[in-house]
């Protein structure tokens, strides 16, 4: 098996980021994407025959992913980047299992940060599974990376400040945006403003977004949300309506009527940390940032000494976050191998370390207002789906829990919920916090869908290659 | 306090639930209590109710059977993966023949339908080893030749088109079944509720009171479950529940790994064995590919050691696997054994204590019987079958371990166990002068009490007792003597592991040493010795239920 002084898993902007500050202190770093180019979800590169004429029209987003894609190149040899390489499997704490289409190999990583990311929550409401129901990062995606207008009317709902930038970016791509629903408060108080102030750039930002919301004549309706999406084939109409602003129960008589063909819902994301738990590392249930996240110190370090953890993975902070958290990890981890005095080290966390302060008020702010709420678990009904892959209704996730289950694990065995092409990762926030609710349990006691091997899907006959391949490299 | 139970038991896996529900059916009040722990094997299980594959060394023992034929100085003609007992093959069928009835009754009393499926399995040969195998495996079979259908490629092929056409034919299990390993379980709860059995899940048993010689109340972290009977139905954590009331039970954790893949059309008619691993396609399409036989205590991560062997040896069967994808890879522990049989009923100086565990990798296959008859024994009814082999006093087999009044005491029946398979007078004239033979194995003196090879510690080379005796210890523990021709350490040559007991000179005493490079020369040179030694390794890792 090779060996590899540092190996970060994920570039998107933490990954890119540890990769260039333990680059620029020497550091031999292999760079592991899973992406046809670095980028990540938010600076997602163009595919390869898109032709860029005029950057700044293409927004802020890829003009920053830009500017840290040529940091990276610039690292070059010490960093090497292999894009269209999904890590599988982390055991034994370091020792990773890549495949790559047909090709798969081990790597013996000296060190490891884990810079996975983050995936959209999936909240079920009935209709939540028919076509033209798309998830705030697919709209995204479709807009931003392949430029394809998803829809001709839409309506955008969930939580957090992303539902005014998809927003304005479905309204530049030409669709009518029918109205946006945020189920939490008004997001900036008189009295949070002071806590913000620092963060001007931030400020600016989100009254960007709504001014140009404003402009379009988008109406913005706080403590609202979807309640039902129906259609034959596709989405016709959605009911919506308000929520109370404290746990966000869904007021369901008092449900109106809109007709769209595109649904865009954004409920936050949730922390990819299937890798930090196979490799062992310790974690912990945060609501604010997302559900379970590892347990680190200020350094990035795990409970699993060498493996770091930065970024959204890590828990949802967003973009300005997860890229300090990438530099101070990369940092310490070229520090760790003897390339910078603990003294250098120190002088170069320091700029992150500030930043990471001054944002931590904002994010403050942010947590308290997107924390997802338990009235969303209303939303569902008996029949809604909430295992898309096995098609497990509620119904029998309620049939489970008369039946004894008290836990994930046991759900799953009883109902098959989580065992299907996902594995769990897209129902098992949401039925966490069900059974919490429920069971009158506490995360721990309700556990998780356990994380297997492979993280991503992989063939037999790329697995049963697996020694050779990795001897042959 | 709770209510009164006249019963119960401890484990709601698929031997648990089998428990509760006839005891229950019997008229018993019963309270099952369970914590769902990591691992535990009825839902980590392929579902396979194999009882002629089980009993015949299918499985583990094929895949073992082949490490030695590739050692070389194995004759054609020699011996195979060890059967298990008779007693085991006539429990496994009778328990197997209750699988339909069981089906329906527990469907319309509970509601859930395990999902009996009625297939058979194929030992597939893809070699000629395997048809080596196979032949004798239809030769020495002890019953009615009738449950084996011999296929021949064509038949194979025309039977199971997704079988790579170059195999070698199969030998078919005609009893052989499959049911869903996660709807059994609760198959057999929801009938049991139905019948008034309590289930307290999520509630760990932290003793066991007994007062006298007489069991009288089982306590958990937050309730005392007053009874007159408790079962030991703990699987692969039944010796905790033994400490309980002081019994060493030799049950231990198996690991056992499979691999699934995403749901597919139905593809296969029957489940398959090879010489590789087995293969299951399940009700909801999913094939599931099975499995290693690791000693690694509780430890129930996958490895990607047993991933690629997996995956390798499912392609090598069926081709076209190898553009599928792996869906999931899991692990879970079999409660093991000495000797793979189950450890049933009561035993001597404690009222009310019934063992129902060790069930190894048969759990699933063998719960309807074993909780029929435990509810016997309950009952003082007289038995439908004989459970002596059963018992847990056959592990009291040894005159230095009569039992002591003092339970606790007493040393684990395990350890011996494993001695007094292994060590047992194996003896071949040909080492007394290896050294000649072998070119590189040193003849060494050493004092009394030097100890050998230490329990636990790596170690590559293989000895034999040249002059003098050594003790064999496990623990603190002497199982066994060997003396002059008799030889030990030959498990570390089949692989790399640590070492499974202690070895100390008794007196002065001389050892020829053989590295582990010699070993393969030794083999191949000395074919009737090499017989000898794969003989007693076999017995002796079957023994040692060792890693594969």
């Known amino acids: 098996m090779i060996t590899k002084p540092l190996v970060v898993v994920g570039g998107g902007p933490a990954g890119m980021a540890a990769a260039i500050e333990a680059g620029r202190a020497g550091l031999q770093c292999l760079l592991l994407d899973e992406a046809p180019a670095p980028g990540g979800q938010i600076y997602r590169a163009f595919p390869q025959d898109f032709r860029v004429e005029g950057p700044l029209g293409l927004g802020k987003d890829f003009v920053n992913g830009e500017a840290l894609r040529e940091q990276l190149k610039a690292t070059a040899p010490a960093v090497e980047t292999r894009s269209d390489v999904a890590v599988v499997n982390v055991s034994r704490g370091r020792e990773l299992l890549w495949a790559s289409g047909g090709a798969t190999g081990s790597i013996c990583a000296e060190q490891l940060i884990l810079a996975t990311g983050a995936r959209d929550r999936a909240v079920p409401f009935p209709g939540w599974t028919l076509p033209g129901v798309l998830t705030a990062g697919g709209a995204q995606v479709m807009v931003k990376t392949y430029r394809v207008k998803p829809g001709s009317r839409a309506l955008v709902a969930g939580t957090g400040p992303l539902l005014l930038v998809v927003a304005n970016q479905l309204h530049q791509a030409g669709v009518e945006v029918a109205a946006v629903l945020e189920a939490g408060r008004p997001w900036i108080s008189l009295s949070e403003l002071p806590k913000l102030w620092g963060e001007w750039g931030l400020l600016r930002d989100a009254w960007t977004y709504w001014r140009g919301l404003q402009s379009a004549g988008i109406p913005l309706h706080f403590n609202h949300t979807v309640f039902e999406a129906r259609g034959k084939d596709q989405v016709e109409t959605v009911l919506y309506g308000p929520v109370d602003p ?31 738990y196979l490799a062992g590392c310790g974690h912990e249930y ?49 520090e760790q191998a003897g390339l910078l005095s603990p003294i250098d080290a120190a002088d170069r966390r320091e700029p992150a370390e500030a930043r990471l302060k001054s944002l931590q008020s904002v994010r403050e702010v942010l947590d308290d207002i997107s924390r997802i709420r338990e009235g969303l678990l209303d939303l569902a009904t008996p029949s809604t789906l909430v295992c898309r892959c096995e098609e497990v209704r509620l119904s029998a996730v309620q049939r489970a829990i008369d039946e004894g289950c008290k836990d994930l694990q046991s759900t799953k065995l009883f109902t098959r919920l989580g065992m299907g092409a996902c594995q769990g990762r897209s129902c098992e926030p949401h039925l966490g916090a069900y059974l919490c609710q429920h069971l009158k349990r506490a995360p721990a006691a309700v556990g998780r869908i356990n994380p297997q091997p492979p993280v991503r899907p992989v063939t037999f006959g790329t697995l049963a290659a697996a020694q050779e391949t990795a001897e042959e490299r | 306090m709770s209510r009164a139970s006249n019963v119960v038991v401890v484990g709601g896996g698929a031997v648990g639930c089998a428990v509760a529900y006839y005891a229950a059916k019997r008229g018993l009040d019963v309270t099952l209590v369970d914590t769902p722990k990591r691992g535990r094997a009825s839902s980590a299980s392929a579902g396979g109710t194999w009882p002629l594959g089980e009993s015949l ?3 583990c023992g094929i895949i073992f059977y082949k490490t030695l034929m590739k050692r070389g100085g194995l004759a054609k003609d020699g011996i195979g993966p060890e059967q298990l007992p008779d007693c085991f093959l006539d429990f496994s069928m009778a328990s197997n023949a209750m699988f339909p009835n069981l089906h329906s ?44 259908r011999w296929l021949e490629r064509e038949e194979l092929v025309r039977e199971e088109p997704a079988v790579r056409k170059d195999n070698c034919g199969a030998l078919q299990f005609l009893p052989d079944h499959q049911v869903n390993p996660y709807r059994f379980a609760d198959s057999l709860r929801a009938a049991g509720r139905a019948l008034g059995v309590r289930v307290v899940s999520h509630t760990e048993v932290t003793g066991i009171r007994v007062e006298g010689e007489r069991v009288v109340a089982v306590e958990a972290t937050d309730e005392v479950f007053p009874c007159e009977v408790v079962v030991n139905a703990a699987g692969a954590w039944a010796a905790e529940v033994g400490r309980m009331v002081g019994l060493k039970l030799p049950v231990h954790p198996v690991r056992g790994q499979i691999v699934c893949t995403e749901t597919l059309p139905e593809i296969l008619r029957a489940c398959l064995s090879t010489s590789d691993c087995y293969i299951a396609q399940k009700g909801h399409g999913e094939i599931i590919v099975g499995s290693t036989t690791e000693e690694v205590g509780f430890d129930v991560r996958v490895t990607p050691e047993a991933l690629r062997q997996l995956c390798a040896g499912a392609v090598r069967t069926l081709p076209f696997l190898k553009d599928v994808r792996v869906k999931r890879v899991w692990a879970g522990l079999r409660p093991g054994s000495p000797d793979e049989l189950p450890i049933l009923g009561p035993v001597a100086g404690l009222c009310g204590y019934y063992n129902a565990c060790g069930h190894f990798r048969t759990g699933i296959l063998n719960a309807p019987l074993t909780g029929k008859l435990i509810t016997e024994m309950i009952c003082g009814e007289p038995l439908s079958f004989d459970c002596q082999p059963f018992l847990f006093s056959r592990f009291d087999t040894e005159p230095a371990l009569q039992p002591s009044r003092k339970l606790r005491e007493r040393p684990s029946p395990i350890s011996n166990r494993v001695g007094s398979v292994g060590y047992s007078g194996k003896r071949y004239d040909g080492f007394l002068d290896m050294s000649a033979l072998v070119d590189g194995s040193e003849r060494v003196s050493l004092q009394a009490g030097h100890t050998v090879v230490r329990e636990g510690e790596e170690g590559d080379r293989f000895y034999v007792v040249a002059k003098g005796r050594v003790n064999v210890l496990k623990g603190e523990v002497k199982v066994v003597q060997l003396g002059p021709g008799e030889f030990f350490g030959e498990m570390a040559l089949l692989e790399q592991r640590r070492r499974s007991a ?40 079957r023994a040692a239920i060792s890693d594969r």
């Not at chain 1, 379970?292 to 370090?301: F, G, N, Q, V």
């Not at chain 2, 010699?518 to 390794?537: C, G, N, W, Y």
């Open chain 2, 105 to 148: 009754e527990l469907k319309e009393l509970g509601g859930v339908d395990f999902e009996f499926e009625e297939t058979t399995l194929l030992f597939v040969m893809l070699d000629e080893a395997d048809a080596t195998f196979a032949k004798m495996l239809l030769e020495k079979f002890p019953r009615d030749k009738a449950l084996l």
């Open chain 2, 502 to 541: 202690t070895v100390v000179t008794d007196g002065p005493c001389e050892l020829m040493v053989v590295e582990r490079d010699k070993f393969d020369d030794l083999l191949a040179h000395h074919p009737e010795m090499a017989s000898t030694i794969l003989r007693v390794m076999a017995s002796r890792l």
């Open chain 1, 286 to 334: 945060d609501d604010k940032v997302g559900g379970w996240i590892p347990i680190r110190d200020e350094r990035m370090r795990t409970t699993v000494p060498g493996v770091y953890s930065v970024g959204d993975g890590a828990g949802v902070a967003g973009v300005l976050v997860a890229v300090e958290e990438g530099r101070i990890a990369g940092i310490t981890a070229a």
């Open chain 2, 57 to 59: 060394g299918l499985g």
């Open chain 1, 246 to 276: 404290v746990r966000w129960h869904p007021q369901k008589t008092a449900a109106q009527k809109v007709d769209v063909d595109l649904l865009v819902v954004g409920f936050g994301f949730v922390p990819n940390t299937e890798l930090g």
